[in-house]
């Protein structure tokens, strides 16, 4: 009598078993994915993208009113690092809508998404406002549809203020820090920032400058004018043109 082995058994259960943790999410996945954190991942592509949205207001050392539509850093920066890590993800498209919020967790985010090895392209809907600027710019290419618009402005500050040279002072180098990573990312120059930055006959309740889509481009903040299919036109080229990152997977 034959003897039948286990062995294919095994083998078979395991294979079934990287199956099913390779299979896609389910499309109840997919929406919690979208509605708690704003994020989707395309699986039948040409490349395999990762969707992020950073909305409404920056959110960071302190919690928002639940009225405001908020982008929480907390959550932001470790998928950044996931889709860093996460081979099977070849690219990162960053869709911006926001007002701005808080200055040092929007920089955190932008300085992580400039620091990535995945090819990464921004594209500002509506408005890339304040800290938006630095966000949207942090990207490897940028873009801008025509109706949207980027406010540059100086840095405020909420709360109490002493009125001691060591504030302004403050202030003063946190422009800076805005001013160096916005113009080392980007063709605008210094110069032409702070320009745009204290600019007190546009804004009605505040100093700066509004810029639309063709004006960020033509100033060199903004790589290209362009819509969605632009912005992933040029992803998948950035993806194809891009060796892999980190070794890529080994093969035995």
Do not use: W
């Amino acid at each position: 009598m034959p003897v039948i082995s286990n062995e294919s058994h095994e083998l078979n259960s395991e294979s079934e078993n990287e199956n099913k943790s390779c299979e896609e999410p389910t499309q109840s996945e997919k929406s919690e994915l979208i509605e708690n954190l704003g994020e989707v991942v395309s699986q039948n592509s040409k490349h395999l993208i990762h969707c992020l949205t950073i909305i409404g207001q920056v959110e960071g050392h302190y919690i928002l009113p639940e009225t405001n539509k908020t982008t929480k850093y907390e959550h932001i920066m470790p998928a950044l690092l996931a889709i860093e890590q996460d081979r099977s993800i070849e690219g990162l498209l960053i869709i911006l809508n926001t007002v701005g919020g808080d200055v040092e967790a929007g920089l955190a985010i932008a300085e992580i998404i400039a620091s990535m090895k995945t090819p990464t392209v921004s594209i500002v809907v509506g408005g890339g406002h304040s800290i938006g600027v630095p966000l949207a710019v942090a990207a490897k290419k940028s873009f801008i549809v025509p109706s949207a618009t980027m406010t540059i402005h100086p840095v405020r500050m909420n709360g109490t203020v002493l009125g001691v040279p060591q504030t302004f002072y403050y202030f003063q180098k946190m422009q800076e820090r805005i001013i160096n990573f916005v113009t080392s990312h980007s063709s605008m120059t210094s110069e032409r920032f702070n320009e745009f930055v204290m600019k007190t006959d546009e804004l009605v309740m505040d100093i700066g400058t509004t810029l639309d889509g063709a004006e960020a481009v033509n100033e060199g903040l903004i790589d290209s004018l362009g819509g969605l299919s632009d912005a992933l036109e040029e992803l998948y080229r950035m993806i194809e043109e891009t060796e892999i990152r980190y070794g890529g997977n080994t093969e035995e």
